[in-house]
Structures are given as structure tokens and as C-alpha cells.
């Protein structure tokens, strides 16, 4: 079994959780694309077989997150299942909260939670802080596209929509927001309703999937992929199979390759020759 199914995962349960899920039940290697935080919900895609080759190709595209932050607080993980580290009297009003998400709006750099999966000599951010190590992380450029203030459910807990790159720590927002607007906060809920093409209408909620069930919700390979189509002939053909570049007056970019009427691979033009870049067969 080859392609993706995109799930959707229960708050509470890991992104590991959710792929064994759908290794057991399709019988094949699996991996997700883009892991979600234990406490969020959401859209998590999940390339069974040979699809996890293609992850490269998804790595930037845009995600849709409905996140609730709480402010006048803050945790050592920047979210409500760490443990509370400090407090402020000083909780913003929505005018004060809008008026900094401009900030935090276009090409930005962003430290990353001290728990957080980012290595630091060789060992994840998460390991060395349940170790009680002092490190730093340095901040990494990402991309946020929109914010937007949506509402407020309590006195202190409000409520935003985002739309960013792949990448961004909505933890990380909610700290520097509140910052920004002179309090302390953490994410106390959130939400992935899409990533990239993959998007809460289509997704599945996988405890309710059987090993007779699951193939049904797998989406092949070729279905995500936005890229032209290409289908090589005769002596092209011949040297693609063998690992070979052939010559092209293909324009350059990335096609969906297909041999014998099947979807073979990725092929990559560039300079007038054309080879395969990620094979799947």
C-alpha cells in the first residue's frame, strides 16, 4: 500500500500514536508529516509506504490553526500541560492584544520552545529540558501569513485563527504576543484544520478505522502532488528506469513521472536534462 491518509487526531493522544494506528492497520511502514503537540487536534497526514518519500515536497506549505491562548500566565512547556513557571496580575484587553499582531505578521524570527523536538548538540530540546539542562535555542526564521484575533471565551483565554508556513511554534506565538503586549501567556487549545492540500473536511478520525476500512480513506500518491504531469517513451524511458538523465526541452521544475501508465516517481528538470528525483516504485 502506497499513498496518504490524512488524519485526524484526538487531542491528547501523540502523532506516534496515531501513525502506529495506521501502520497496524495497513500492515506497512508508515510517517507523518508535520507532528502535532499531544494537547492539539487535527489534521495530520500520514504517508503509508513509499508516500513518506515525498515529504520533502510538503515541508513549506501552509497550515491553518484555530489556537486559544491564555494570558497573566505562563508554563515552562508555553503550554497548559507544563508546569506553571510564572504569573502576572496584568492581563491585555482584545484592543491591546490586536494592536501587536502586526508584529508577528510576514517573514519572522521565532526562538523555538525549550520543548521542542530542535537538536542542540546532538540531543532534542525536550531531552535536555526534562534533564533540568540550561540551554538556549537560537531563533529560526518562519513564516506567518495571517493572525487574527477571533474571539474570547474567558476573561483571560482568546481566541485566533493562523495561517503560516511549516515550521511555526504556535507556542512560541503565544508567549511572544503576550510579551508584546506586556503579560505572559500559553496555548491552552489548539486546533490544525489544514496542511497544505490536506484539510479537516476530508480527514478521518483513525480509531474509528479497521484493517477492512482503511484503504478505503488512502489517497494515492499522485492525487497531492501539483505538479505537470510527464510521461517519457522509448529510449527516454529506457535510461529514466536505469537512473539516467536524459536530455529535455522541458521547461525546468518538478513532474509527476508515470511509466507504463503508472505513477513511477518525481522527475526534476533543470538545464535541459531531465532526471528522477524521488523514485516510488
Not at 149 to 178: H, K, M, W
Not at 223 to 233: D, G, I, K, N, Q
Not at 249 to 260: A, F, H, Q, T, V
Amino acid at each position: 500500500m502506497t499513498g496518504f491518509i490524512n488524519a485526524d487526531k484526538r487531542a491528547g493522544v501523540s502523532s506516534a500514536h496515531v501513525v502506529n494506528r495506521i501502520k497496524y492497520l495497513t500492515g506497512t511502514p508508515c510517517g507523518h508529516m508535520g507532528t502535532l503537540d499531544p494537547l492539539a487536534s487535527g489534521v495530520l497526514p500520514v504517508g503509508v509506504g513509499r508516500a513518506s518519500r515525498l515529504f520533502d515536497y510538503f515541508l513549506n506549505k501552509r497550515k491553518v490553526y484555530l489556537a486559544s491562548f491564555r494570558f497573566g500566565e505562563t508554563s515552562d512547556t508555553l503550554d497548559a500541560e507544563g508546569e506553571i513557571s510564572a504569573r502576572t496580575d496584568c492581563v491585555p484587553t482584545s484592543e491591546e492584544i490586536e494592536a501587536v499582531l502586526p508584529r508577528f505578521v510576514g517573514e519572522i524570527d521565532q526562538v523555538p520552545p525549550r520543548y521542542s523536538a530542535k537538536s542542540v548538540g546532538g540531543r532534542r530540546g525536550y531531552e535536555l529540558a526534562r534533564a533540568g539542562v540550561e540551554f538556549t535555542l537560537p531563533p529560526k526564521r518562519v513564516r506567518v501569513d495571517s493572525l487574527e484575533l477571533t474571539g474570547q471565551s474567558a476573561p483571560n483565554v482568546f481566541e485566533f485563527r493562523i495561517v503560516c508556513g511549516g515550521g511555526t511554534y504556535i507556542r512560541s506565538l503565544a508567549r511572544d504576543i503576550a510579551e508584546a503586549a506586556g503579560s505572559l501567556g500559553l496555548m491552552c487549545a489548539l486546533r490544525r484544520t489544514a496542511s497544505g492540500i490536506f484539510d479537516e473536511e476530508t480527514a478521518v478520525d483513525v480509531e474509528t478505522l479497521t484493517k477492512e476500512t482503511a484503504e478505503k480513506y488512502l489517497i494515492p500518491t499522485d492525487e497531492v502532488l501539483p505538479f505537470p504531469v510527464y510521461r517519457p517513451e522509448g529510449e527516454d524511458r529506457r535510461r529514466l528506469l536505469n537512473g539516467l538523465r536524459i536530455s529535455t526541452d522541458l521547461p525546468e521544475g518538478l513532474y509527476k513521472c508515470y511509466i507504463d501508465g503508472a505513477f513511477y516517481g518525481i522527475a526534476a528538470a533543470e538545464g535541459g536534462a531531465c532526471r528522477i528525483q524521488t523514485k516510488l516504485c
